[in-house]
């Protein structure tokens, strides 16, 4: 597979064996009135990882992946998404990405109906492909009673439902979410985001780390503009912290002091 393109690759059933890195950024750098947010982040994102992404200052968590869904432009750095390099254009990203943030994006007179059916079309679906999923989206994330409501009657729930039925409508292989579905009853919150797929990758954006319990199997840390954590969820429980910004916190100061510890030895 070493040699393979990565269309070759992603379109592969392999990638849930050699798990790449779907998500990859290096040097990512930006400025927000005149202080860097963002210095230098390093992160790779391996195919198939749930990774919740918090950081300090919180906003920076929000930003970072509205720039690995193309929404943002950075200063600095490079960014691969399922193999592809924005330099190559964002276009090429494709059905392989899609962003829900915290708003839905979607205009309030629309109904779930006319959401899905407009996000088929956009995708280029054909007639019964884009019918026969806007079936099962609409199965999954329970639209069926607010179908044809507008969705400013509809209320934020179903719109929050709709956003996130309209994005996973092409089979992204990489999902990045900012803040999902907080109008929705936290256990079916937790339901809904446990979303299928053993060759998704999932990067969720949280101010509330113990909400995601559950929902991710890996948590990241940027502090101060650079990746001070990435680790996976059992090394919270080794140490006996909880799934929290403070015990996040308190797990990359003790891996950064063994780092030090190490280096000077």
Do not use: F
């Amino acid at each position: 597979m070493a040699g393979s393109t990565p269309d070759a690759l992603w379109s592969s059933s392999a990638v849930g064996i050699l798990q790449p890195a779907a998500v990859a950024c290096r040097g990512l750098r930006k400025r927000v009135r005149g202080s860097w947010v963002l210095d230098g982040v390093e992160l790779a994102v391996r195919a198939g990882v749930r990774l919740l992404l918090i950081a300090s200052p919180e906003e920076t968590a929000s930003l970072t992946l509205r720039i690995l869904g193309g929404l943002v432009r950075p200063a600095a750095g490079t960014i691969e998404i399922a193999g592809i390099a924005r330099s190559e254009g964002i276009a090429r990203w494709g059905r392989r990405l899609a962003y829900v943030g915290p708003r839905t994006g979607i205009y309030p007179w629309m109904t779930p109906h006319e959401a899905l059916d407009l996000a088929g079309r956009l995708a280029d679906l054909g007639r019964a492909e884009g019918a026969a999923r806007i079936q099962r989206a609409i199965v999954s994330w329970g639209l069926a009673p607010s179908l044809d409501r507008p969705l400013r009657v509809a209320g934020p729930g179903v719109a929050e439902r709709t956003a996130m039925a309209t994005a996973l409508l092409t089979d992204p292989e990489v999902l990045l979410l900012d803040e999902p579905l907080r109008a929705v009853e936290p256990e079916e919150r937790g339901r809904l985001l446990r979303i299928p797929g053993r060759r998704r990758t999932l990067i969720l954006a949280s101010r509330y780390p113990a909400s995601e319990a559950g929902i991710v199997n890996e948590v990241a840390l940027l502090r101060d503009g650079r990746l001070a954590l990435h680790a996976p969820l059992t090394a919270l429980d080794a140490r006996g912290l909880p799934l929290s910004q403070r015990g996040i916190e308190a797990l990359a100061d003790v891996v950064q002091a063994h780092s030090g510890r190490v280096a000077s030895a």
